[in-house]
């Protein structure tokens, strides 16, 4: 199978899954990282790689359907089975969660559905949680909403600073991912309502 990442900024998720690949614990192949925004790292990480790029900048369409209809457009053009979108600062429209879905993740720096939206890390620092922790969700047409694919968490120290938390939840997510992504490559993932079970051996498709 081939998937394409999203990004919009440093990237740390994509390097993440980039080296996942390389050690061959994801079979799949990372064929194309796209970005809204032409200075985000991450873009760099995938020309090192030698992974082809695109830049779908939004101020260049009238509408946000249309800068989705261009990037399925691409997608398909390159055969791309699957989505991750890693740090990807956009609400995608339902237009394209229809073309990908059950086929698109996401990964969230808390443990939903506590935390929602763009500020995760520094909402549950000051909101006084004592655990937190990453995960990895199906997205579907609400903010940090799809189902749970993993989950895992661990406790905020009393020293913790927003420095100190940021630098375990993305350790926790560059761990987290990968596994995600081979456990759904596998077939291994079977959504039921809002769980996701997942199995021991994949599920065969019958033709
Ligand atoms: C991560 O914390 C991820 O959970 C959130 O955005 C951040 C992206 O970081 N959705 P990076 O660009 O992968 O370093």
């Known amino acids: 199978m081939k998937f394409a990442v999203l990004i919009s900024g440093n990237g740390s998720n994509l390097q993440a899954l980039i080296d996942a690949c390389k050690r061959g614990m994801i079979k799949s192949e990372l064929a194309l990282v796209i970005s809204n925004n032409n200075k985000a790292f991450g873009l760099q990480r995938a020309r090192n790689a030698g992974i082809k790029t695109?830049?779908?900048?939004?101020?260049?369409?009238?509408?946000?359907?249309s800068?989705?209809?261009?990037?399925?457009?691409?997608?398909?053009?390159?055969?791309?089975?699957?989505?991750?979108?890693?740090?990807?600062?956009?609400?995608?429209?339902?237009?394209?969660?229809?073309?990908?879905?059950?086929r698109i993740l996401n990964?969230?720096?808390?443990?939903?559905?506590?935390?929602?939206?763009?500020?995760?890390i520094k909402d549950s620092l000051t909101y006084g949680a004592k655990v937190t922790g990453v995960t990895v969700h199906f997205v579907d047409e609400k903010m940090d909403h799809g189902p749970i694919i993993l989950q895992d968490s661990f406790k905020v120290q009393e020293n913790d600073t927003l420095k100190s938390?940021?630098?375990?939840?993305?350790?926790?997510?560059?761990?987290?991912?990968?596994?995600?992504?081979?456990?759904?490559?596998?077939g291994r993932l079977k959504i039921k309502g809002r769980k996701v079970h997942v199995l021991a051996q994949p599920v065969l498709k019958s033709s």
């Open 54 to 65: 695109m830049i779908f900048d939004p101020k260049k369409y009238t509408n946000r359907q």
């Open 67 to 102: 800068v989705d209809r261009d990037m399925i457009i691409h997608l398909k053009q390159e055969k791309i089975d699957f989505v991750i979108l890693a740090g990807y600062m956009r609400m995608l429209t339902p237009f394209f969660i229809k073309e990908y879905r059950r």
């Open 107 to 120: 990964i969230h720096p808390a443990l939903l559905p506590a935390f929602k939206g763009v500020s995760a």
């Open 165 to 186: 938390l940021e630098a375990r939840i993305h350790k926790l997510e560059h761990r987290l991912y990968p596994k995600a992504v081979a456990l759904f490559e596998q």
